[in-house]
């Protein structure tokens, strides 16, 4: 048979203490309830501003103090949601449009749209890839699909013509 060590026993009798007075020995109406705050901003050690989250928004930043992510509504009360590279350049944006559709861009380095997904004007889904300018190169959506040259000029067109029937050009 094991012997229990009296050093042993404190330290069991310590652990179920330290349980019941943070489980045990609360009342049922034990509970922080609502907390209201106008704005919370979280600094690291330093006093790098790191968060805040106030205003409708939320903002992160990284220990730079550049920008890395914002959530929050925009002026039309959609929400959206902006994410930034290691500079604060813009990287990414998720949201909704001034007509109420959702749409996804992507941008590259020197902050130039390299994509879109989302909904165009005449409220039907559409994707458009463009190059390092910023110039379309492809699009699709509305039933054809377009290609463009380094120039800007349409070098395929693929879709339905106007009687109806498929069409490539």
């Given at each position: 048979?094991?012997?229990?060590?009296?050093?042993?026993?404190?330290?069991?009798?310590?652990?179920?203490?330290?349980?019941?007075?943070?489980?045990?020995?609360?009342?049922?109406?034990?509970?922080?309830?609502?907390?209201?705050?106008?704005?919370?901003?979280?600094?690291?050690?330093?006093?790098?501003?790191?968060?805040?989250?106030?205003?409708?928004?939320?903002?992160?930043?990284?220990?730079?103090?550049?920008?890395?992510?914002?959530?929050?509504?925009?002026?039309?009360?959609?929400?959206?949601?902006?994410?930034?590279?290691?500079?604060?350049?813009?990287?990414?944006?998720?949201?909704?449009?001034?007509?109420?559709?959702?749409?996804?861009?992507?941008?590259?380095?020197?902050?130039?749209e390299?994509?879109?997904?989302?909904?165009?004007?005449?409220?039907?889904?559409?994707?458009?890839?463009?190059?390092?300018e910023?110039?379309?190169?492809?699009?699709?959506?509305?039933?054809?699909?377009?290609a463009?040259?380094?120039?800007?000029?349409?070098?395929?067109?693929?879709?339905?013509?106007?009687?109806?029937?498929?069409?490539?050009?």
């Amino acid at each position: 048979m094991k012997v229990l060590d009296i050093k042993s026993i404190i330290i069991g009798i310590l652990i179920t203490l330290l349980f019941l007075a943070v489980y045990g020995f609360r009342s049922e109406t034990d509970e922080l309830g609502h907390l209201v705050v106008k704005s919370i901003t979280v600094e690291d050690d330093r006093g790098v501003i790191m968060g805040y989250l106030g205003n409708g928004y939320m903002q992160t930043y990284n220990q730079f103090g550049e920008p890395t992510l914002f959530v929050g509504t925009g002026k039309d009360g959609g929400g959206y949601l902006r994410a930034y590279n290691g500079n604060g350049d813009e990287s990414a944006y998720v949201g909704t449009g001034r007509m109420g559709g959702g749409y996804i861009r992507t941008y590259n380095n020197d902050g130039k749209e390299t994509s879109y997904l989302g909904t165009g004007s005449d409220n039907s889904g559409q994707l458009r890839i463009y190059d390092k300018e910023g110039e379309t190169r492809s699009y699709l959506g509305d039933g054809y699909i377009q290609a463009y040259n380094q120039f800007g000029e349409r070098t395929i067109f693929l879709g339905t013509g106007t009687s109806g029937g498929g069409y490539l050009r």
